[in-house]
């Protein structure tokens, strides 16, 4: 794969090397919404793991170690592909589903109740 960054490849882009990547080893066979929503889940609890029994600031340094960034930037790459590939067997255009639900959260979260707060939506 050619070099990336966030500054200068989309997210179409990416769906695309995700897609080429999973045609080219004959993988979409395996990829329905179950079984891409549990390996999402499941890279998602080897990204936590990384920071169990981490208190907040613990958890921040843990992520600027050297020696712990680039497998903790391995298991966010799992998290972001799965997801992609989910988007991609689905059919789902990923920016559309986030401009919806910051949408919805602006709703939900109103600046004037929510800034510095923590609290759930229905306890605002």
Known sequence: MASCSDSATTLAELKSRVLAFV???DWEQFHNPKNLS???AAEAGELMEHFL???ADQSKAIALEPTKRGKIADELADVVIYA???????GLDVASAIEAKMAANARKYPVEKARGRSEKYTEL
């Open 23 to 25: 045609r080219e080893r």
């Open 38 to 40: 549990m390996a999402l």
């Open 53 to 55: 029994w981490a208190d």
């Open 84 to 90: 992609l590939e989910f988007a991609n067997i689905t």
